[in-house]
């Protein structure tokens, strides 16, 4: 008789299948590993203390009226918020951040979108042509304040010396003179250095466009705009979501650039809502008015956010039957208009239109002339003011200010480097306070810069798997939302209460507040861009590499880092520009050259308002922006294939 076979002590559920062993449940929660939670656990602790925490501050401060000279709170509760009803000041600033959050997001998407269908085709030049449309984004958006607030000088600005050598002087205007105008031209300077983040979001979605829809299309008669409204716009609804949040917030919390050209003038004709925050906050010192106004305007970022999903959110379509094509509409094409779905929406052609066609050779002329034109114009639209601000930082001071204006300096000079890089070997004027100041806040940036970018690299990449894996966890995908709506937490609602606890553990003027308050906006951004990154990653190779024995740790360092290295280093870009351009929080968290960073110092070169300043405070604007140049032109690879098409999938 044979033996009978050894029972299985597998514990079995009423269905029959086999339940895991206790062993195999080790470490586990649910079925989340509990690595997972060891992964994110850093970053989103860091979220909660260095920005949940300040938030709920700043909200209790709302609902107080605070005396900074006899430090007396009496509770309010509402009533600052119900004072914001009847005071017609907020609600003149509420009309003015609307029309220039509209202003800013109409013309940062059209002009990406010419730039990025630009972009997207293959011509000689394209890289060079890319690298110096990413210019005006990497720029500082102080050194962007400076260089066109003296475009836009009234008697010996840029626009008026560039006018009276073309011999057109009798067109000049004091651009900033009238507030209307003031408020156009502050909005276009916006969208002049926005417009390329929204380009390269573009860029990467029609990179990923498969040729092949717009080949059918062409078959079936389909022009080129008819193609444009019904294959290449349905791709592109994710990305044009993810651009109207990031345009909308970016717009509506502005203040670098309105510090630097108009400081809410002339009059209030450029007070919005943030400015009249920054107002009351810190120079009326009314803490509880201030934190009530900028929580409304949190509020709006929040509102407009769900809008937008609602509006340009993926919805659901019918798959109409396959083979079957409606005569008198034209042919279904699927559209997938993201990598990450499983059902392509379809997407409707319109009949082929009759139309006259012009002979073959002269249509190919006339495309390649206009094509030719467009990225000429674009080519000066990003160059000539980014030319402009080198060519002043070697022009004496004396040419910058006379009368009448003109682009020509009367010769070149090194005195305006040599005053803010070597003051002992500078001009007469090497005495600048300001000018002292720039080899130190140029070493702060740096170094306030790389802290930040590893910090928040380091930890994002375990958040950023740990949501990518378990995304559809209900912990993980709140956790996810939580991050997000962090990053549409105007910074004016943050540093307000960052500036009364900072003060009391004495972090103001360190480089250490700053590597904190700025760590409260990066990290949420470098988790989001690493999960999109480990979703391109195959579940498969987390599972080879644990069968072959290796621990989770080790599977992170060993196998999937290498895979995710261009995400890293995009991530890692992304954060150190970020932090070299912020000035907010270093301007209100700083006030001694010992912590102060670039953007502050030469945002302190208007203020002493002396003519041989402009020099050197070019200068500075120049070396400044050198960091960000060099990484449009030598990382531009990363920005556009890698960091952007990742944060804005899915």
């Known amino acids: 008789m044979s033996a009978l076979p050894a029972l299985d002590k597998t514990p079995r559920s009423a269905a029959g299948a086999?339940?895991?062993?206790?062993?195999?449940?080790?470490?586990?929660?649910?079925?989340?590993?509990?690595?997972?939670?060891?992964?994110?656990?850093?970053?989103?602790?860091?979220?909660?203390?260095?920005?949940?925490?300040?938030?709920?501050?700043?909200?209790?401060?709302?609902?107080?009226?605070?005396?900074?000279?006899?430090?007396?709170?009496?509770?309010?509760?509402?009533?600052?918020?119900?004072?914001?009803?009847?005071?017609?000041?907020?609600?003149?600033?509420?009309?003015?951040?609307?029309y220039f959050a509209a202003f800013s997001l109409i013309g940062t998407t059209l002009l990406g979108m010419v730039m990025a269908l630009l972009l997207n085709e293959r011509f000689a030049g394209r890289g060079f042509l890319r690298s110096v449309i990413l210019v005006p984004w990497a720029m500082a958006p102080v050194s962007v304040g400076v260089l066109w607030s003296f475009v836009y000088a009234g008697?010996?600005?840029?626009?008026?010396?560039?006018?009276?050598?073309?011999?057109?002087?009798?067109?000049?205007?004091?651009?900033?003179?009238?507030?209307?105008?003031?408020?156009?031209?502050?909005?276009?300077?916006?969208?002049?250095?926005?417009?390329?983040?929204?380009?390269?979001?573009?860029?990467?979605?029609?990179?990923?466009?498969?040729?092949?829809?717009?080949?059918?299309?062409?078959?079936?008669?389909?022009?080129?705009?008819?193609?444009?409204?019904?294959?290449?716009?349905?791709?592109?609804?994710?990305?044009?979501?993810?651009?109207?949040?990031?345009?909308?917030?970016?717009?509506?919390?502005?203040?670098d650039i309105l510090w630097i050209m108009t400081r809410g003038g002339p009059g209030a004709a450029t007070t919005v809502v943030s400015w009249l925050g920054y107002l009351y906050s810190f120079q009326f010192l009314k803490f509880g008015e201030g934190a009530s106004i900028l929580y409304c305007l949190t509020a709006l970022s929040f509102a407009l956010a769900i809008i937008y999903f609602v509006v340009l959110g993926p919805r659901r379509s019918r798959r109409p039957i396959d083979g079957v094509q409606d005569a008198t509409t034209g042919p279904w094409i699927p559209v997938d208009v993201s990598a990450r779905r499983t059902q392509a929406p379809m997407v409707r052609l319109p009949p082929p239109r009759v139309r006259l066609r012009l002979p073959r050779a002269l249509e190919r002329t006339l495309s390649?002339?206009?094509?030719?034109?467009?990225?000429?114009?674009?080519?000066?639209?990003?160059?000539?003011?980014?030319?402009?601000?080198?060519?002043?930082?070697?022009?004496?001071?004396?040419?910058?200010?006379?009368t009448p204006p003109t682009m020509a300096p009367s010769a070149?000079?090194?005195?305006?480097?040599?005053?803010?890089?070597?003051?002992?070997?500078?001009?007469?004027?090497?005495?600048?306070?300001?000018?002292?100041?720039?080899?130190?806040s140029l070493a702060n940036s740096f170094i306030v810069g790389a802290c930040v970018a590893l910090i928040s690299v380091s930890l994002g990449v375990f958040a950023g798997y740990a949501f990518a894996r378990h995304g559809k966890s209900r912990f993980f995908s709140a956790s996810l939302w939580m991050l997000l709506?962090?990053?549409?937490?105007?910074?004016?609602?943050?540093?307000?209460?960052?500036?009364?606890?900072?003060?009391?553990?004495?972090?103001?003027?360190?480089?250490?507040?700053?590597?904190?308050?700025?760590?409260?906006?990066?990290?949420?951004l470098s988790a989001w861009m690493m999960r999109s990154y480990f979703e391109g990653v195959p579940v498969s190779l987390d599972r080879a590499a644990l069968i072959d024995g290796c621990s989770r740790l080790k599977m992170m360092w060993k196998v999937l880092l290498p895979v995710v290295r261009p995400g890293v280093i995009a991530a890692g870009i992304f954060c150190f520009l970020a932090s070299w351009n912020e000035f907010l929080f270093a301007l209100i968290l700083t006030s001694t050259p010992n912590a102060q960073t670039i953007p502050v110092v030469i945002s302190g070169f208007l203020s002493q308002a002396q003519f041989y300043e402009y020099g050197p405070m070019f200068a500075a604007s120049v070396l400044s922006i050198l960091p960000p140049v060099l990484v449009a032109f030598f990382f531009q690879r990363y920005l556009v294939q890698g960091a952007l098409s990742g944060a804005v999938k899915g």
């Open 485 to 524: 709506l962090t990053r549409m937490t105007p910074g004016l609602t943050l540093v307000l209460p960052f500036f009364i606890i900072f003060r009391g553990f004495g972090l103001i003027d360190t480089r250490t507040g700053l590597i904190i308050a700025y760590c409260s906006f990066l990290l949420p």
């Open 368 to 402: 390649k002339g206009g094509f030719a034109l467009a990225a000429i114009l674009l080519f000066l639209w990003s160059a000539l003011p980014v030319l402009a601000l080198v060519l002043m930082s070697f022009t004496p001071a004396s040419d910058l200010i006379r």
């Open 18 to 98: 086999r339940q895991p062993s206790r062993a195999s449940r080790k470490g586990r929660i649910g079925r989340v590993p509990l690595f997972a939670y060891w992964a994110v656990a850093p970053t989103l602790l860091t979220v909660i203390v260095v920005v949940g925490l300040p938030l709920a501050y700043s909200f209790y401060l709302s609902l107080n009226k605070t005396n900074p000279i006899t430090k007396r709170w009496v509770f309010v509760g509402l009533d600052n918020y119900a004072g914001l009803l009847g005071n017609a000041e907020f609600w003149g600033a509420f009309g003015r951040t609307a």
């Open 155 to 255: 008697n010996y600005g840029a626009l008026t010396g560039l006018l009276n050598d073309l011999g057109l002087g009798n067109w000049a205007l004091p651009w900033l003179g009238d507030g209307f105008r003031a408020l156009n031209l502050v909005a276009l300077t916006n969208v002049w250095s926005q417009a390329p983040l929204t380009a390269l979001m573009l860029l990467a979605g029609l990179q990923s466009m498969p040729s092949s829809l717009h080949k059918a299309a062409m078959l079936d008669g389909a022009g080129p705009l008819a193609r444009f409204f019904a294959i290449t716009l349905p791709w592109l609804r994710p990305n044009l979501l993810f651009i109207s949040i990031i345009a909308t917030i970016n717009s509506l919390m502005a203040f």
């Open 412 to 440: 070149f000079t090194l005195d305006n480097f040599k005053t803010v890089l070597m003051p002992q070997l500078g001009s007469t004027f090497s005495t600048s306070v300001q000018a002292k100041r720039v080899p130190l």
